[in-house]
T-cell receptor, first 113, second 115 residues
Framework: GENVEQHPSTLSVQEGDSAVIKCTYS??????FPWYKQELGKRPQLIID?????GEKKDQRIAVTLNKTAKHFSLHITETQPEDSAVYFCAAHQETSGSRLTFGEGTQLTVNP | NAGVTQTPKFQVLKTGQSMTLQCAQD?????MYWYRQDPGMGLRLIYYSASEGTTDKGEVPNGYNVSRLNKREFSLRLESAAPSQTSVYFC??????????????FGPGTRLTVL
């Protein structure tokens, strides 16, 4: 089945700096890659996603890049703010053995004022 | 429009007890999911229902059963709870039928402790 690895597990940045979180996946047939943000004690919420026919997608300060050849994708947050502090999860859509998402283990991002 | 709701919010069980976690969505979504979240392990899929009337095993189905009662409701049952099932349980739903390639909307979670 699909295996998704996420790095780093923790990331601390200064306010205004950029943050990058990377994920790799194992199933070359995976075709959908969402990112979810989970604030402390809250539910996960989708912040951005990318499909396999696109190499990059941006939404204001957030961008995601996808390298299908290398089977990795990354989340980029620019001009970080304290409210960006949360756990971020990447996921890959596994279709070959049941259509479902496989999540990475999460990255705790802390933005220091 | 409440989105995805879950009951209860907290529960403490003794080993061997049974319980059912309830989930409902009012967005007319076709697919529903149950995940468990443990520290350092992300979200792991227990069971999912790609459409009303169907259910399938996810990554960690052992010790659980599910029922897609109707389009709105998807329940998770623990027949004989074990300490290893101590976790936070999230229900989610998505609009598409038979696929996980659209936004999943999560409920607020149920924090379960098994003593």
């Amino acid at each position: 089945g699909e295996n998704v690895e996420q790095h780093p597990s923790t990331l601390s940045v200064q306010e205004g700096d950029s943050a990058v979180i990377k994920c790799t996946y194992s199933d070359s047939a995976s075709n959908y890659f969402p990112w979810y943000k989970q604030e402390l004690g809250k539910r996960p919420q989708l912040i951005i996603d990318i499909r396999s026919n696109v190499g990059e997608k941006k939404d204001q300060r957030i961008a995601v890049t996808l390298n299908k050849t290398a089977k990795h994708f990354s989340l980029h947050i620019t001009e970080t703010q304290p409210e960006d502090s949360a756990v971020y999860f990447c996921a890959a859509h596994q279709e070959t053995s049941g259509s479902r998402l496989t999540f990475g283990e999460g990255t705790q991002l802390t933005v220091n004022p | 429009n409440a989105g995805v709701t879950q009951t209860p919010k907290f529960q403490v069980l003794k080993t061997g007890q049974s319980m059912t976690l309830q989930c409902a969505q009012d967005m007319n979504h076709n697919s529903m999911y149950w995940y468990r979240q443990d520290p350092g392990m992300g979200l792991r899929l227990i069971y999912y229902s790609a459409s009303e009337g169907t259910t399938d095993k996810g990554e960690v189905p052992n010790g659980y059963n599910v029922s897609r009662l109707n389009k709105r409701e998807f329940s998770l049952r623990l027949e004989s709870a074990a300490p290893s099932q101590t976790s936070v349980y999230f229900c989610a739903s998505s609009e598409k039928s038979g696929g996980a390639t659209d936004t999943q909307y999560f409920g607020p979670g149920t924090r379960l402790t098994v003593l």
